[in-house]
């Protein structure tokens, strides 16, 4: 080993151990240690072991730390530190901004284990709850781990999407006499986009002079398909094609495994023929068009033979935000700030589900601060009327299943979401008792993000779907599609079981500010996966339709 991976490992012992709060003279030695051996003008490995303990600044412990190291190329000590601490609270430490210290309160007050988690906490504007996390400290961590993040190669879907349309634009501009179409899994609205995919009848030394100039390297190159990578850290892979085949190549390049074996099978097409649009190779087959969002799940085609295929939502069929949070907890804006943007783009009504009390971390509200809420609500409704806005609360699932006020207390809100916040490593025989007592709870409307999954950070507990599904059939209670594009939770792979059951679905942004109801657009691209109907979404109710909802959850109450 060179004295800087020595030196590395030593430093990063002391940032693990002022994290755990232990011994801080030890870990100001290991620091110091670090520093000392960093400035050596000879590596360590060239001097004999005994003389090692006489180099100043090296004591016997740290002498003997050493000689392991040069022998063994592990620390002992250091391995320890790090089988006891989450891999994501370690990878906090890449983050510019982010000391030892701050890193301590992020994992231990607000039980922030992944840097997804971090960044969601970030957008809901947690840190400045806590000493030493300001505005401007809050932003500055967002943006680190933001940038951090794009490095990694993976993005959601909303993060990529304005790029890769400015890319396709370029390309189309520069290149008009071909024909162009962005393809794979962004066409597909997939939640997760590793690369951003292209067919063109471009010639191949075409694509290569033009991503040269932008100082982009070619990742792979084969005479059917090449990509390249640029300082976004993107994938950009174009498969090549001509004319004739362009819109058979585009057809198999946007449907999953399952849909094509599916579609060879059941439909036996001709491959030979040229088709001039996608819309000739399904009409060939007497089949519906299947759009590329949908071309996922096999048993799509059957319903499509049946011109069986619904008209799925649209974001214009958004007609309310249900979910959103205001100054009360951890919001940004007022409620009459986030009630004057819904008036502003036509919505017709605002629930208002701010924490519960458990949720200290995000300033849940007490009983006390209840009454002063639902005043203020009411006071707003007479000013802003016919515009309505519902006394609602994101009541925190406790562990043991029960939610987090009164029966009393419950009673005074018009819709109640369920949610669980703590407490997360769980196993699923755990999940599923919190789980499901709360859906069985009369005063539950609304399960909220079912596994709280965070996307490329957090898998989310583990959950029977389908015994979900069927405890909320039961029990009139409706499933959220929390639709923060790092959560998209529930799952749309199992929205068609949740509406062959008859279960609502509710299209929720979480909206923790007014620009978070941007996000029910990113829930409508995976719900539209799904085959989500306007009809069978609580938020695209119109205003009387949702009082109506609301009579039939009180009549659960009785």
């Known amino acids: 080993m060179d004295n800087y991976s020595i030196a590395d490992k030593f430093s990063l012992l002391a940032k693990l151990m002022d994290i755990h709060g232990d011994n801080s003279f030890k870990a100001k030695s290991y620091s110091s240690a670090a520093f000392t051996i960093e400035k050596l003008p000879v590596q360590l490995s060239s001097i004999p072991e005994e003389k090692i303990f006489s180099i100043k600044g090296i004591g016997d412990s740290i002498g ?47 039980e922030i284990e992944t840097l997804g988690e971090l960044l969601y906490a970030c ?23 933001e940038f951090y993040i794009g490095t990694l190669g993976s993005y959601l879907y909303q993060q990529i999407e304005e790029f890769a349309l ?30 951003l995919q292209w067919i063109t009848t471009l010639d191949l030394n075409s694509l290569k002079t ?35 085949n362009f819109y058979k190549q585009l057809f198999t390049s946007s449907c999953s495994e399952d849909f094509l074996k599916e579609w060879n099978c059941v439909t036996q097409w001709d491959q030979q023929q040229l088709y001039p649009s996608e819309e000739a190779i399904f009409s060939s087959c007497n089949i519906q068009f299947i759009p590329a969002f949908q071309r996922e799940k096999a048993n799509i085609i059957s319903l499509a033979k049946q011109a069986a295929l619904v008209n799925v939502i649209q ?100 819709v109640v979401i369920a949610s669980i916040h703590s407490n997360l490593k769980m196993p699923e025989e755990k999940a599923m008792m919190r789980l499901l007592n709360a859906i069985e709870n009369p005063f539950t409307s609304i399960l909220g993000h079912m596994t709280g999954r965070l996307l490329l ?13 069927d405890a909320c059939a039961a029990n009139n209670v409706v ?16 929205i068609d079981y949740a509406l062959e059951k008859n279960v609502l679905i509710s299209i929720d942004p979480d909206a923790h500010s007014i620009e978070g109801y941007d996000d029910c657009r990113y829930g409508v691209l995976v719900a539209q996966k799904a085959g989500l109907t306007k009809e069978k979404n609580l938020s695209s109710f119109s205003l009387n339709d949702f009082e109506v909802f609301i009579a039939e959850q009180k009549m659960k109450r009785k």
């Open 64 to 110: 003997k730390s050493i000689i392991e190291q040069l022998q063994t190329g592990e620390l002992s000590a250091l391995n320890e530190y790090i089988l006891k601490t989450p891999p994501g609270v370690i990878e906090m430490l890449h983050i510019k901004g982010l000391g030892p210290k701050k890193i301590s309160t992020i994992w231990k007050e607000l």
């Open 123 to 145: 957008n809901e504007n947690r840190l400045t709850m806590y000493k030493g996390f300001g505005e401007k400290t809050q932003q500055n961590i967002k943006e680190s781990i």
């Open 166 to 195: 400015l890319v396709d634009s370029r390309l189309k501009e520069q290149f008009s006499q071909d024909l162009w179409s962005i393809t794979g899994t962004f066409r597909m609205q997939h939640e997760i986009i590793d690369q």
């Open 210 to 244: 033009f991503f040269a100039k932008g100082e982009y390297t070619i990742t792979k190159e084969t005479t059917e398909e090449i990509s390249f990578r640029g300082k976004e850290n993107v994938v950009l892979s174009f498969l090549l094609s001509d004319k004739n």
């Open 315 to 414: 974001p214009t069929d958004i007609k309310s935000i249900i979910h959103s949070h205001s100054k009360w907890s951890d919001g940004v804006n007022s409620i009459e700030e986030m009630a004057n943007e819904c008036i502003a783009r036509g919505f017709e009504y605002l629930v208002i589900s701010d924490h519960s009390k458990s949720a200290f971390y995000a300033n849940g509200l007490t009983e006390e601060r209840l009454v002063a809420q639902h005043k203020e609500i009411s006071e707003l409704n007479t000013k802003l009327a016919p515009f309505k806005i519902f006394k609602s609360i994101e009541s925190d699932i406790l562990n043991d299943g029960r939610l987090d006020y009164s029966d009393e207390i419950l009673s005074r809100f018009d």
């Open 457 to 469: 950070s957090r898998n989310g507990y583990p959950v029977d779907h389908k015994k979900i599904i």
């Open 479 to 494: 499933i959220e599609l929390n639709a923060h594009p790092r959560r998209l939770d529930i799952d749309w792979r199992w």
